[in-house]
């Protein structure tokens, strides 16, 4: 008989069939992994991302912190201590001065109550 009698929805293999004892678990359900073997790993699994990713923090900088961790330059022609002073400095110059326009000014005189 050919294996396209048997339909398209069953497998025709020479391996044997899997008897009901080979399906169950250790804590006796059936499936192929145990709850608390998939808890494990995955707990495990973020501890070590977690392990992982403080470790990476220590290691990895970024330019700004490398720039920000090194020592100052030694001073030399370009720096120099700093100096506290008051600046000042006079300024002359030499000039005519005029008004450009000129505005007459009166003294003020409050008008009287009306009667």
């Known amino acids: 008989m050919s294996s396209l009698a048997a339909g398209p929805w069953h497998a025709v293999s020479d391996a ?3 008897t009901p004892a080979d399906d169950v678990v250790s804590d006796g359900r059936p499936g192929g992994v145990s709850r608390r073997r998939v808890l494990v790993w995955f707990g495990g699994g973020v501890a070590g991302l977690t ?6 923090t220590r290691v990895i900088r970024s330019p700004q912190q490398v720039l920000a961790d090194t020592a100052a330059p030694a001073p030399g022609v370009l720096t120099a201590p700093v100096e506290f002073r008051v600046l000042q400095d006079t300024v002359v110059l030499r000039g005519l001065v005029g008004a450009e326009t000129s ?4 003294r003020f005189r409050p008008r009287a109550p009306p009667s």
């Open 16 to 18: 044997q069939p899997a």
């Open 103 to 106: 505005i007459e000014v009166t």
């Open 51 to 56: 392990g992982l990713g403080l470790v990476l």
